[in-house]
Structure formats: structure tokens, C-alpha cells
């Protein structure tokens, strides 16, 4: 008795192998009963699979055998086993791999999204049964939400294509608070598997005061005066008492104000500063006019009247909340100098930008009025060079007064002669090159011995 001869195989699928093989001879069929069996092994899930089947197309003059249910893109291992009561014989071993086939979906799990304000970077892994080689992964997006109404979401879609090796896509350009949807699906040359869809939102953006039309102007007394105009975000109005800092003066770095506390803990709390008022975005719908310290109620909050006898930082602030995020954003907008008790004029409040705002989005920097006391020796300076400048007029005016006098006493006298009074002085002169008088004194006696 001999073997099974000339295994090959017919057919190859994704999913099952066709084989065939030459037909038994009369010694094997004549006088025994006798039985056929497919064997085939394969790795399946990190292990191997042993599988055995009984192939009933014995007679026919083209014998063939299907084996189904395999899996795509595998190695498997087949041999046909002929068994009589003879003994037993087996063919040659065939190796065959499956053909390739559509992958499965992306791992849902696996798809993650680091979201910025307007930009979310995407990765993922391949999916868990390639079932070949990934040629190609197409990324199709689009905005289905914002937290803002009126943005035209209609242009926020597209589709991207990255190769089979790359797992990851940086999305830029999209609107600050918005969700989109993102659907993978991978490829190989059977075309692509099935798609998984996940969601991700932008992270909300912060207050934009350039953008807002924010702007401040100032009032009488002890109040302070704030424009601004609606958009998404809670507004709040921040007052911070200024007190004498005894550590060395350091470059300031703005800090928010997340905890809202009310004028009337301020004091209990130790806190330097308390909200003046709370308003609500969707209660701006147009620009409207705000005065600190006008004693009103806003939210909850007492816009207490400003004290004159101390100083103040104003800061706008605005929150906004959206998908259990929250973001604030602050500016200092103005400053109130404390009135000083020595002054005589009539108390006023000088509102403007504080020193060092330069650092500060949308803050404008101008250089702070100087103290009273440096105002005071800057007038004592000036009134002294001014009274200098007039003594040195005075005796200028002395000193030529006087030459023109001496000038007309001279002019008629030559040199030589006895003057009245000469035996007290001689005055002489000549004319040098400069036009000057050089002018000296003399021994009365001795001119008149010369003479």
C-alpha cells in the first residue's frame, strides 16, 4: 500500500484552502476498506490549532477537499492520512497561507485625543486582527457641537489619509470649544474594515480682551468706570487692596482669582481682595457701563463704595464653564491711589493703568504720577535754581551799572594826571587788543615823586 500522492492545492481564500490530490489505485480500492483523513494545523491567538477532517471524495476521478473556517492571512500546516487494515500512510506536508482579508475595526479603547483650543492630536493602534498587511488608515472629521451658538460649523469636516504606519494625526485650525467626531477605519489590499467612531472636545478658550472691546475710563470720586461687551464667559469684577509689602519689590506675575469672596468675609478671611460683582454672559447683549463702588448688589456680591484713604487694584475677570471645565482669565485694568491727609485740594482718585502692566494681555502702560513727597522736593529744586538765575541778574546788572558810571569819570582824564582825591588812589588805563579795561592802584605818593 502507498500514500497519498501529488497533494496541491486548487484554490486559496481568505477564509478556506481547496486541495486535491492523485486517485487511489486498484491496490488500495480492490479488496479493503480503507479511510481518508484531512489533517491541518495553524497558530490561532498565540497558540496552535489541530484539526482533523474525513474527506467522503475517495472515487472520483478528481478528488478534492475544502477546509473551511480558517482564519485570514495564517499559515497552515496539511497532509492527508490513509488508513487500512493494512496500516497507515501520509502524504507530504503542504504549507499554505491564507489569503488577506478586511481588517477588523480600531480598538475603540485605543483611540485617544489630546484636545487644546484649537487643536486635538489623535492617535490610536491598529486593530487587534489585521487579517494582512494595513496599507492605509482614513480619518474622516467633523464638528457636531459648540458651546458657542454663532459659529458656522458647516466648513469644520474633512477626511485624512495617514499610511498603515502611522498611528497618530495632529488636527489644528478648529474652534475653541467644540466637539467633533472622529471615524477610523483601517485597510489592507481587501479594502477596509469596519469604522469606530469617538468624540473629543476642544478645550474652551480664555477672555480675549483686544477681542472683547473692552475698555475703561474714569470717574469722579472714588469710583472706577468699566466698558465691556458680551461673550462666553461669567464676568466678574475684582478689588484688591494694596497694602505695604516690607520684602523687596519683585517682578509681579498676575495671578486669578478662583475663590469668589464676598466684601463682607474679606476682613474675617485676611483676604487682601473681595468680587465687587458677578454677571452673567447671557445678560450682556450689548456693551454696558459698570461704576466700582457704586454700594449696588450684583450676584450676591456688594459693590462696597472704595475708602479714600486707600489704594486699589482692579481686575476684570472673566470665567467660563463648559463640560466640567472652567477657565479663568484676568487683567488689571485700573488702579485708585489713596488720598493723602495733607493735601488741600479737593480729594479726587486718580484711575489708570497700573505700573508693570506691560506683562498683561490687553493692559496699557503708562508710567505712574509721582509721589507727593517727590513732587514737594522737586518744586523746592526748581524754586532754588530760580532764585540763583535772579541774584546772578541783579548783581550782573550791579557790576555794569557801575562800569558805566567809572566810563564816564574816566573818559576826560589822560593818563597821569592828579584826579581829585589822589592821595587816596590813581586809577589809569589802556586799551588791550580785547577792547577791556585793565585797571590797577597805585602808591598816591609815589605817582606824585614820579611826576
Known amino acids: 500500500m502507498r500514500g497519498p500522492r501529488r497533494l496541491e492545492v486548487v484554490e486559496i481564500k481568505s477564509r478556506q484552502i481547496t486541495i486535491c490530490w492523485e486517485p487511489f489505485g486498484y491496490n488500495v480500492t480492490r479488496c479493503h476498506r480503507y479511510n481518508l483523513t484531512v489533517h491541518y494545523r495553524y497558530q490561532a491567538g498565540g497558540q496552535e490549532q489541530v484539526r482533523e477532517e474525513v474527506s467522503w471524495d475517495t472515487e472520483s476521478s478528481h478528488p478534492q477537499h475544502t477546509i473551511t473556517n480558517l482564519s485570514p492571512y495564517t499559515n497552515v500546516s496539511i497532509k492527508l492520512v490513509l488508513m487500512n487494515p493494512e496500516g497507515r500512510k501520509e502524504s507530504q506536508e503542504l504549507v499554505v497561507q491564507t489569503d488577506e482579508d478586511v481588517p477588523s475595526a480600531v480598538p475603540l479603547e485605543s483611540i485617544q485625543g489630546s484636545t487644546f483650543e484649537e487643536k486635538i492630536f489623535l492617535q490610536w493602534r491598529e486593530p487587534a486582527q489585521t487579517y494582512g498587511v494595513i496599507t492605509l488608515y482614513e480619518i474622516t472629521y467633523k464638528a457636531v457641537s459648540s458651546f458657542d451658538p454663532e459659529i458656522d460649523l458647516s466648513n469644520q469636516s474633512g477626511r485624512v489619509s495617514k499610511l498603515g504606519n502611522e498611528t497618530h494625526y495632529l488636527f489644528f485650525g478648529l474652534y475653541p470649544g467644540t466637539t467633533y467626531s472622529f471615524t477610523i477605519r483601517a485597510s489592507t489590499a481587501k479594502g477596509f474594515g469596519p469604522p469606530i467612531t469617538n468624540q ?91 461704576t466700582i463702588g457704586d454700594n449696588k448688589t450684583y450676584s450676591g456680591f456688594w459693590n462696597t463704595p472704595l475708602l479714600p484713604h486707600k489704594s486699589y487694584s482692579i481686575y476684570f475677570q472673566a470665567a467660563s464653564r463648559a463640560n466640567g471645565e472652567t477657565k479663568i482669565d484676568c487683567v488689571r485694568v485700573a488702579t485708585k491711589a489713596a488720598i493723602i491727609v495733607t493735601q488741600l485740594t479737593t480729594p479726587y482718585i486718580r484711575i489708570a493703568p497700573a505700573a508693570g502692566d506691560d506683562q498683561l494681555t490687553g493692559a496699557a502702560t503708562r508710567k505712574p504720577d509721582p509721589e507727593p513727597e517727590k513732587q514737594t522736593d522737586h518744586t523746592v529744586k526748581i524754586a532754588g535754581v530760580i532764585a540763583g538765575i535772579l541774584l546772578f541778574v541783579i548783581i550782573f546788572l550791579g557790576v555794569v551799572l557801575v562800569m558805566k558810571k567809572r566810563d564816564g569819570t574816566i573818559e576826560n582824564t589822560s593818563p597821569g594826571t592828579l584826579l581829585p582825591n589822589a592821595h587816596e588812589f590813581i586809577v589809569w588805563y589802556r586799551k588791550n587788543d580785547t577792547n577791556n579795561l585793565n585797571i590797577s592802584q597805585c602808591d598816591a605818593a609815589a605817582l606824585n615823586k614820579t611826576n
Open 200 to 290: 473629543f472636545t476642544t478645550k474652551i478658550s480664555g477672555f480675549d480682551p483686544d477681542a472683547s472691546g473692552l475698555f475703561f475710563e474714569d470717574k469722579e470720586q472714588s469710583h472706577s468706570s468699566v466698558v465691556w461687551v458680551a461673550s462666553l464667559s461669567v464676568y466678574q469684577i475684582v478689588v484688591e487692596e494694596e497694602r505695604p509689602r516690607r520684602t523687596k519689590k519683585t517682578t509681579e506675575i498676575l495671578k486669578c482669582y478662583p475663590v469668589p469672596i464676598h466684601f463682607q468675609n474679606a476682613s474675617l478671611l485676611n483676604s487682601q481682595y473681595y468680587f465687587a460683582a458677578e454677571i452673567p454672559a447671557n445678560g450682556l447683549l450689548a456693551a454696558q457701563p459698570f
